[in-house]
């Protein structure tokens, strides 16, 4: 199945460009020229990949990024005449997953590409956190979690292979004051599981905690 890939630009030659190249090499490619548009494309379309230019018409690039990554799992690279490491520094501390510089070589970013979906592939293969409506998108078919739920599910999800203990769960995800203990967190798991039954993703390491990695 072709990767779903994003291109957010508005110089239409760039568009027309970067369309051409990538669907040669087997994308599927959407085009917007607005920031504006992005959130709904990312919705409907269920985007693997974004490439974001930081100067965009209605809205900066960085406001942009900000809006994908408060909902979305999914990774973005940045592109941008500006370069310097400021800039940089900046972007990355927002959430960009990679950052290019204009002028780029087209190979250069297919591979920067590559690499950015195959490493967020191997840790959260076919997984997507969808935030602003509490769901997670499991190889495109939709789980709605509750608001609990998908707190615990995106804090394991956000250390692959760490093994979080139910402590650090409860303090992280219920907070300081909650007046319960951690068999709270062991019934929540048990709710997730339930739900995402389809696939393999929370696992239990006895006496210690629970770990993310999906499994098929």
């Not at 591979?111 to 076919?126: D, F, G, P, W, Y």
């Not at 951690?182 to 389809?198: A, F, P, Q, Y």
């Amino acid at each position: 199945m072709n990767k779903k890939l994003l291109i957010v630009e508005n110089d239409t030659n760039l568009q027309t460009l970067l369309k051409d190249y990538f669907s040669s090499h087997s994308y599927d490619v959407f085009l917007v020229s607005k920031g504006s548009e992005v959130m709904d494309v990312i919705t409907s379309k269920t985007i693997d990949g974004v490439i974001l230019d930081v100067m965009l018409d209605d809205l900066d690039g960085w406001s942009v990024l900000r809006k994908i990554k408060q909902s979305f799992s999914v990774p973005v690279i940045m592109l941008t005449a500006r370069s310097e490491a400021s800039d940089k520094i900046f972007g990355l501390e927002l959430g960009a997953d990679d950052y290019l510089t204009k002028p780029f070589s087209l190979k250069e970013l297919h591979l920067r590409i590559e690499h950015m979906l195959s490493v967020i592939h191997s840790n959260h293969t076919a997984f997507q956190l969808i935030r602003h409506t509490y769901e997670v998108n499991v190889d495109g078919n939709k789980t709605k979690l509750t608001k609990q739920e998908f707190e615990v599910l995106q804090y394991l999800f956000e250390h692959p292979k760490e093994v979080i203990s139910r402590e650090r769960l409860l303090e992280t995800c219920w907070g300081y004051l909650f007046d319960g203990d951690t068999r709270t967190v062991d019934t929540t798991i048990k709710r997730i599981r339930h739900k995402l039954s389809h696939v393999s993703c929370i696992h239990t390491v006895f006496g210690v905690g629970y770990y993310f990695e999906v499994q098929r």
